[in-house]
């Protein structure tokens, strides 16, 4: 069935350092790819997304790379600041049809 | 403006009773979707409801039901509770039939003793 595989499940850096969570999805149709961050007691919030027709889409600290052809996409953080600490999880669509969520990951900047 | 609002925020029911929870989508919106978040997982899609209809399900059980009301606002039924059924019950509104950016509550963390 469909599935997204998401990586490391924890992340400690620095801050100033850069982080990189990367997601593997299974559905080759799947052209919708959004980054959540849910902090605890909250529910998630779209921090970025892109479109299968577009490679790299940046938002000022925030990045995400796509590679159709691998199947991947990667979310990118430089400059981390200790308010980027959350869990992130990616998710993978297909047209309107239901997000497939990542296991998500744990990212603690420390000061 | 007002986000997605959740309630209750938790509740304790034992093994075998019903429970409901209830969904007000973002001002402006007229989908709401419904996830259940395990501990330590990523949400997992429950159903969607536009225009008062049930539109997609995910992989559960008919014990899990739900309702759009004329104004937009949804809840979610679970009968017969099973301890599995113990989760972080998310609600995302969005306009239209979409699975693009989503707004989610807070949820509502149920626990089934």
């Known amino acids: 069935g469909e599935n997204v595989e998401q990586h490391p499940s924890t992340l400690s850096v620095q801050e100033g350092d850069s982080a990189v969570i990367k997601c593997t999805y299974s559905?080759?149709?799947?052209?919708?790819f959004p980054w959540y961050k849910q902090e605890l007691g909250k529910g998630p919030q779209l921090i970025i997304d892109i479109r299968s027709n577009v490679g790299e889409k940046k938002d000022q600290r925030i990045a995400v790379t796509l590679n159709k052809t691998a199947k991947h996409f990667s979310l990118h953080i430089t400059e981390t600041q200790p308010e980027d600490s959350a869990v992130y999880f990616c998710a993978s669509g297909r047209g309107t049809d239901k997000l497939i969520f990542g296991t998500g990951t744990r990212l603690q900047v420390f000061p | 403006d007002a986000g997605v609002t959740q309630s209750p925020t938790h509740l304790i029911k034992t093994r075998g009773q019903q429970v409901t929870l209830r969904c007000s989508p973002k001002?402006?919106?007229?989908?709401v979707s419904w996830y259940q978040q395990a501990l330590g997982q990523g949400p997992q899609f429950i159903f969607q409801?536009?225009?008062?209809?049930?539109?997609q399900r995910g992989n559960f059980p008919d014990r899990f039901s739900g309702h759009q009301f004329p104004n937009y606002s949804s809840e979610l039924n679970v009968n017969a509770l099973l301890l599995g059924d113990s989760a972080l019950y998310l609600c995302?509104?969005?306009?239209?039939?979409?699975?693009?950016?989503?707004?989610f509550g807070s949820g509502t963390q149920l626990s089934v003793l």
């Open positions: 559905d080759s149709a799947s052209n919708y």
């Open positions: 409801y536009y225009e008062e209809e049930e539109r």
């Open positions: 995302a509104s969005s306009l239209g039939v979409t699975n693009e950016k989503l707004f």
């Open positions: 001002s402006g919106h007229d989908t």
